[in-house]
């Protein structure tokens, strides 16, 4: 079974460039997540997808960061524009309503870098 | 807002050694896993209790979990130079009516050979 796929794997832009992020989570998975990762830290959550409605974004910076899950299935999750805190490794993670509570698989992130 | 906070923030130990890593916690929860994170990886699931239980075994994992003072602990038996890692502690989050998940800032951990 693949797993979460996220392209690309790195990024570096230049500060007040837009940039955009894509997740395809695993097949049958209904739940989507965004989380950034800072260096150092844990993830924090950015935005979680129950099918395509977007559930809980309270964590999101709606001035620049915007997301979308169309049709159920793939994510992509954008910046614009960037600024130098962004910086972060921004990761999507899957999991499914009839696995174990919860349990969340994760994708190798985008290492994002803002000049 | 991160509620787990893991103790070390770092560890270093020797093959064969134990490793002991711990989390604490803020709100009551439902169940809290620990997770691995190796370098310029995503995270993997390793381990979940539920908050009614107090311990439980995966291979060379043991998690406890102690309600009462919002703690838990992972140990890892006979580690192996593959173990080192970030580790991660998450809680269950469903303060707002949203499920999420919260993690702490993590413990990083060098098995050396």
């Known amino acids: 079974e693949a797993g979460v796929v996220q392209s690309p794997r790195y990024k570096i832009i230049e500060k007040k460039q837009p940039v955009a992020f894509w997740c395809n989570p695993i097949s049958g998975h209904n739940t989507l997540y965004w989380y950034l990762q800072n260096l150092g830290q844990g993830p924090e959550l950015l935005i979680r997808y129950e099918n395509e409605e977007a559930v809980d974004d309270s964590q999101l910076p709606k001035d620049r960061f915007s997301a979308e899950r169309l049709k159920g299935v793939d994510s992509t999750l954008k910046i614009q524009p960037a600024e130098l805190g962004d910086s972060a490794v921004y990761l999507c993670?899957?999991?499914?309503?009839?696995?174990?509570?919860?349990?969340?698989?994760f994708g190798p992130g985008t290492r994002l870098t803002v000049l | 807002s991160q509620q787990g906070e893991e103790d070390p923030q770092a560890l270093s130990i020797q093959e064969g050694e134990n490793a002991t890593m711990n989390c604490s916690y803020k709100t009551s929860i439902n169940n809290l896993q620990w997770y691995r994170q190796n370098s310029g990886r995503g995270l993997v699931h390793l381990i979940l209790i539920r908050s009614n239980e107090r311990e439980k075994h995966s291979g060379r994992l043991r998690v406890t979990l102690d309600t009462s003072k919002k703690s838990s602990s992972l140990l890892i038996t006979a580690s192996r130079a593959a173990d080192t890692a970030s580790y991660f502690c998450a809680t269950d989050d469903h303060q707002g009516g949203s499920e999420k998940l919260v993690f702490g800032k993590g413990t990083k951990l060098t098995v050396n050979p």
């Open positions: 993670a899957s999991s499914s309503s009839r696995g174990p509570y919860n349990e969340q698989f």
